[in-house]
T-cell receptor, first 115, second 111 residues
Framework: ETGVTQTPRHLVMGMTNKKSLKCEQHLGHNAMYWYKQSAKKPLELMFVYSLEERVENNSVPSRFSPECPNSSHLFLHLHTLQPEDSALYLC??????????????FGPGTRLTVL | EDKVVQSPLSLVVHEGDTVTLNCSYEVTNFRSLLWYKQEKKAPTFLFMLTSSGIEKKSGRLSSILDKKELFSILNITATQTGDSAVYLCAVDDQGAQKLVFGQGTRLTINP
């Protein structure tokens, strides 16, 4: 596979469930990102990892818990979510965080619905 | 606080028309401005602009940056129905090591 892949593509969960979103990049990049895209709002950066170390956390609620075991994989663990957390969650990667060339390659996203 | 504002938010034109999309920004430490096209899910990269006044061109699409007035435009000539998408503008904040995105412009091309 090439590029950035995300699983699952669609997820429906109840507020008491625990689930995880997975992202994998096959580009040899060192930085990975989680974004949230809600209807009619700009893309919101949630987390940035550079060389498996978190460098940015934009005041995201603790019910979202990221994990980056290596530079190719990124997880977003979800628990006790709220209906307003329903959104498209996009993963992206780039060569380096903070580099002069910061083109980010995006995955297809996970459409999350919280009931 | 970093801010990126795109206009218009929505635009509907006929095939063959030329469109201009706008992006203005306020960023503490500007490094570059990027344009993305989002059709279904994943945004795909179009252009990265770092210098004022130098036009980037790819087929019918072109873009230019004005770092003095803090804006960029994306032009699409001879539009086709396949150009229908949300166009996202993002600015790379050098200090914060992150991209700040605008709300996007939803472009619809009618046959």
């Amino acid at each position: 596979e090439t590029g950035v892949t995300q699983t699952p593509r669609h997820l429906v969960m109840g507020m008491t469930n625990k689930k995880s979103l997975k992202c994998e990049q096959h580009l040899g990049h060192n930085a990975m990102y989680w974004y949230k895209q809600s209807a009619k709002k700009p893309l919101e950066l949630m987390f940035v990892y550079s060389l498996e170390e978190r460098v940015e956390n934009n005041s995201v609620p603790s019910r979202f818990s990221p994990e980056c075991p290596n530079s190719s994989h990124l997880f977003l663990h979800l628990h006790t979510l709220q209906p307003e957390d329903s959104a498209l969650y996009l993963c992206a990667s780039s060569q380096r965080a903070g580099a002069s060339y910061n083109e980010q390659f995006f995955g297809p996203g996970t459409r999350l619905t919280v009931l | 606080e970093d801010k990126v504002v795109q206009s218009p938010l929505s635009l509907v034109v006929h095939e063959g028309d030329t469109v201009t999309l706008n992006c203005s920004y306020e960023v503490t430490n500007f490094r570059s401005l990027l344009w993305y096209k989002q059709e279904k899910k994943a945004p795909t990269f179009l252009f990265m602009l770092t210098s004022s006044g130098i036009e980037k061109k790819s087929g019918r699409l072109s873009s230019i940056l004005d770092k003095k007035e803090l804006f960029s435009i994306l032009n699409i000539t001879a539009t086709q129905t396949g150009d229908s998408a949300v166009y996202l503008c993002a600015v790379d904040d050098q200090g914060a090591q992150k991209l700040v995105f605008g709300q996007g412009t939803r472009l619809t091309i009618n046959p």
